[in-house]
């Protein structure tokens, strides 16, 4: 039977949540011997133990899977900062207190081109390219479900869509390899980035999951963008709103398209990381003369 959108849906947020949970390993935001290693769409990834980045991790998806629903995101984005004195928190800051946070990398998913369907269509079936792989790719799930088992979270996957997955994690272990170790100290976010049309409106409500990025990672034009670079000026924070985004050095990772379903990704890497870099340098340079 051909996937559902609410399946299709699904399988993005099991993805997402291994992804994250995958990136935090590579990076060292927390030590390594803190993560399981496990197989996901046939590929290594990693699973955080510590409980609270587990449930922080789970809610932020969560309230992801609600927009992505409503259809007002653009980009989601997995944020890594560096405070710069020597705090962290388990995914969130407010920008306030001792530093404003540097940011270091982002993981861009751009899923844009995500479909939007109404409430009473979700449940319908999403015929794929390859219809012979929407017939096959569920005996290991009935296999499992006849044995009383619980199937695994890729089981019920189309094949194709699980392929793609494979390659992304493959793509984002080869691709953090190459980039220059992080400062120590440095925690994490997740952000969206919404549509720019005039019936998109920010996430705003009780209890509200969702806060405003700080004025550097903001779009210029959105009504939330305008009023926090007022709020900002207020302060005399002298931050140009954006000046974060798209960062200074962009690496292309994977674009995963499978029939109408299609999303990509990459890292950019922002400024404060090579300047914190050049700054080591210097210092050590000075150390050794």
């Excluded at 399988?11 to 990076?27: D, E, I, N, P, V």
């Excluded at 992080?182 to 980035?193: D, V």
């Amino acid at each position: 039977m051909a996937p559902t959108y609410l399946d299709t849906l699904a399988a993005f947020t099991s993805f997402l949540t291994a992804y994250t949970h995958t990136l935090l390993y590579l990076r060292a935001l927390y030590p390594r011997s803190s993560f399981a290693h496990s197989r996901f769409h046939n590929t290594s990834v990693h699973q955080s133990r510590h409980p609270l980045v587990c449930d922080w991790i789970r809610d932020a998806i969560a309230a992801v899977r609600e927009e992505l629903l409503a259809g007002t995101v653009s980009r989601i984005g997995i944020v890594i900062f560096w405070l710069g004195d020597g705090s962290s928190s388990h995914g969130h800051t407010d920008g306030g207190g001792a530093g404003s946070p540097q940011i270091m990398e982002r993981y861009m998913l751009d899923v844009s081109a995500f479909p939007v369907v109404e409430k009473g269509e979700r449940n319908m079936e999403i015929e794929w390219d390859d219809a012979a792989s929407a017939d096959g790719h569920d005996g290991g799930a009935a296999d499992g479900r006849r044995k009383g088992k619980e199937p695994a979270l890729d089981a019920d996957v189309d094949v194709n869509l699980s392929e793609q997955f494979r390659a992304a994690f493959i793509t984002l272990t080869t691709r953090s390899s190459q980039l220059a170790p992080l400062p120590a100290n440095c925690s994490f976010n997740i952000s969206m980035e919404l549509k720019d049309e005039a019936d998109v409106d920010p996430p705003i409500g009780h209890p509200q999951p969702w806060i405003p990025v700080q004025p550097s990672l903001q779009k210029t034009g959105r009504k939330g963008g305008i009023q926090a670079n007022q709020d900002a000026a207020k302060r005399g924070d002298k931050i140009r709103e954006g000046q974060d985004l798209g960062g200074v050095r962009v690496t292309p990772m994977r674009t995963v398209e499978v029939g109408v379903f299609r999303f990509e990704t990459w890292v950019e890497e922002g400024k404060a990381k090579f300047e914190l870099d050049q700054t080591s340098k210097g210092s050590f340079a000075s150390s050794g003369g």
